[in-house]
């Protein structure tokens, strides 16, 4: 999910009448703490969500969504395409592993994303030899096994794959250097009637550019409409998608389905990422999706994958602190903000997960009578925010206004529970101890961990360092000046 020009960029009842598509979200697995999968599934039984999009095939999730009615959309990591590619033996095992498997035990698969993104500029054409013909693999697996007329698969692409040198969607084309393999590609997906995987992010339009239109992220009708055509152009997302359609259009597949695999607001970790501004963009996106209008090139209903369904605490944040927190429920499934699912703007909050256990109620805080050291202090807050989470301290952010010592603490208590509070993590050479009260300040939740039920996976990176390091080194000014 990278930026974008001014183009790139309930009950089941209820939300059925609302959205004749569906309503469908990813579901990622990129954190420290996973819920059980049977308690994710249910929380999405309890609000409509019916397609679920997965970027793997990981078998505790997939069973847990056999015999439920959801339509699944299993993922193929990018580090896997180059034996995609060039193994097709290694394609027709996967296939029956995780497909024909799967389907025999109840698991409704309509779709497989091969790869994620692959052809991201900042990859510098890593996967471009590869991605095309692992397409192709997998799609004759799923032909060869009987599934290719009901299972289609396709590429999930940023939406820098396609661009407009005008900024108007009727001039949009495929990216320069992958304009051969995209339209070769588009050709493969129409002969096999497969549909275009697009991830559109008005998010990352308005945050990637100081000069974009504000209003323009949203699908509120408050922006001044931009014209093309003769066509009106009211919100990023219509003019993004249109982009692609043109683009299609050109490449001679004017009629091609396009599937939306990924569209969010953050809550946190950037100005712009907060509950207030993802309720707003869900609330008009949403109607719109309810309505189906379409776009101006391309009226009707269009299928989506919100995202995402949790917040990931383990995912890179090289594009933005805002990475971390993409949920419209929180790590532990409990919803953020009212978000009417139907798309008929009631106030209403989801239904977040039942059944989650947690820690004990306790947390991490820094001694104040240990403190007089402000170097070594911040050599701790290096420590703990190189292993845990600290994103919700960086500017913007809903722990950015507490005092150092607020800074501090919360640093701790992130590293104190992602270790799943063992009492020697709250530690930091006799700086830290230990409490039952709630360390929460204002608007800073400091959370408790739930209790683990998945694979582990572990933070780090000399990327991550690197930015604690600038962020301990400001609150250290700071904390001098007081």
Same mark, same amino acid.
């Given at each position: ?10 009950? !089941? ?15 990622? %697995?990129?954190?420290?703490h996973?819920i /059980? ?18 970027? =793997? ?20 990591p990018n580090?896997?395409?180059a ?23 109840g698991?409704?698969?309509k ?16 996967n ?13 697996a ?7 007329g ?12 396609? /661009? ?5 969607p009727?001039?949009?084309?495929f990216?320069? =250097?992958?304009?051969?393999? @995209? ?18 992010y ?9 000069h974009?239109p ?12 931009i ?14 998608? =249109?982009t692609?359609? +043109? ?8 009629d ?8 969010? +607001?953050?809550t ?9 501004l993802a309720?707003?963009? *869900? ?14 090139l ?10 995402s ?16 927190? +993409? ?25 977040g !997960?039942?059944?989650?256990?947690y820690?004990?109620?306790? +947390? ?13 202090v911040?050599?701790?807050?290096? *420590?703990?925010c %190189?292993?845990?989470?600290c994103?919700?301290? !960086? ?5 950015? =206004? ?11 208590n992130?590293?104190?529970?992602a270790?799943d ?9 006799? @700086? ?6 709630? !360390? ?19 933070a780090?990176?000399?990327?991550l ?18």
């Amino acid at each position: 999910m990278h930026g974008h020009s001014l183009v790139g960029g309930c009950t !089941a009842i209820l939300f059925l009448v609302g959205l004749a598509n569906g309503l469908g979200v990813n579901w990622g %697995t990129m954190s420290s703490h996973h819920i /059980e999968a049977r308690i994710v599934v249910q929380m999405l039984k309890d609000n409509g969500i019916n397609k679920v999009k997965l970027f =793997d095939a990981n078998p505790r999730m997939v069973r847990a969504l056999a015999g439920t009615g959801i339509e699944v959309m299993l993922g193929i990591p990018n580090d896997q395409l180059a034996n995609m590619a060039f193994t097709a033996d290694y394609a027709k095992d996967w296939v029956k592993e995780n497909v024909t498997q799967n389907l025999d035990d109840g698991v409704i698969i309509k779709y497989v994303a091969v790869g994620n993104e692959p052809f991201l500029t900042s990859y510098n054409g890593t996967n471009l030899e590869s991605t095309l013909p692992a397409l192709q693999n997998i799609q004759m697996a799923l032909d060869e096994a009987g599934h290719g007329g009901t299972i289609k698969a396709t590429v999930p692409h940023n939406a820098d794959v396609y /661009e407009s040198p005008s900024n108007k969607p009727s001039d949009g084309r495929f990216r320069n =250097d992958i304009k051969a393999v @995209m339209v070769k590609m588009v050709k493969f997906l129409q002969q096999h009637k497969s549909p275009f995987l697009v991830n559109i992010y008005p998010f990352l339009s308005l945050q990637s550019n100081a000069h974009f239109p504000f209003d323009f992220a949203f699908c509120d009708n408050t922006a001044s409409p931009i014209g093309d055509n003769g066509a009106q152009y009211a919100d990023v997302f219509d003019a993004n998608y =249109d982009t692609l359609a +043109w683009s299609l259009k050109k490449a001679g597949a004017p009629d091609m389905k396009i599937l939306v695999g990924e569209i969010g +607001w953050p809550t946190d970790g950037v100005v712009n990422g907060n509950v207030a501004l993802a309720r707003r963009f *869900y609330a008009g996106f949403l109607k719109k999706m309810a309505a189906g209008k379409g776009t101006p090139l391309r009226p009707g209903r269009i299928e989506f994958y919100l995202f995402s369904l949790l917040d990931e605490d383990l995912k890179s944040i090289q594009p933005g602190f805002f990475e971390r927190h +993409w949920g419209i429920f929180r790590f532990d499934g409990q919803a953020k903000f009212h978000i009417d699912f139907s798309g008929k703007g009631r106030q209403v909050m989801p239904v977040g !997960a039942k059944g989650v256990t947690y820690q004990t109620e306790q +947390w991490c805080v820094v001694d104040p009578s240990k403190t007089k050291d402000k170097e070594k202090v911040g050599k701790n807050l290096n *420590y703990a925010c %190189t292993i845990a989470d600290c994103t919700s301290l !960086a500017y913007g952010s809903s722990c950015n =206004d507490m005092d150092f010592l607020g800074n501090v603490s919360y640093a701790f208590n992130q590293y104190f529970q992602a270790q799943d509070q063992d009492v020697e993590s709250c530690g930091f050479n006799g @700086m830290a101890m230990v409490v039952t009260q709630n !360390a929460s300040r204002g608007n800073c939740l400091f959370p408790i961990m739930i209790v683990n039920s998945g694979f582990r996976l572990v933070a780090g990176g000399t990327w991550l360092a690197g930015f604690l390091s600038s962020l301990v080194s400001g609150m250290l000014l700071l904390s001098l000046r007081l």
